[in-house]
């Protein structure tokens, strides 16, 4: 069982960056795809950026390449995401995930909010 916990969020003004977290319960990351997704009121989670369990590979949505960057640091049994250039479409509730390479997300966080708005 992986138990992961996002950090980072809050309110930013358009264009700003947010840096978020996601620390995971165990000491086998290294083993799991992990990726962002988010869900904006009223609309259907989507997926935002992922990377895999070597680190070497990452993919984004089309509209956030560019902007955002997902990375990861097994020794910390963490992953990140840099959000930069940020635009009042990007506020969601934000959610980390984790599972095992070529297969389904099946590990969640709660989520952590961001909003961007002046």
């Known amino acids: 069982q992986v138990q992961l916990v996002e950090s980072g969020g809050g309110l930013v003004q358009p264009g700003g960056s947010l840096r978020l977290s996601c620390a995971a319960s165990v000491r086998t990351l290294w083993r799991y795809a992990m990726g962002w997704f988010r869900q904006a009121p009223g609309k259907e989670r989507e997926f935002v950026a992922g990377i895999r369990s070597s680190g070497g590979s990452a993919d984004y949505a089309d509209s956030v390449k560019g902007r955002f960057t997902i990375s990861r640091d097994n020794a910390k049994n963490s992953i990140y995401l840099q959000m930069n250039s940020l635009k009042p479409e990007d506020t969601a509730v934000y959610y980390c995930?984790?599972?095992?390479?070529?297969?389904?997300?099946?590990?969640w966080g709660k989520g952590t909010q961001v909003t961007v708005s002046s």
């Open positions: 995930a984790a599972g095992n390479p070529g297969g389904a997300f099946n590990y």
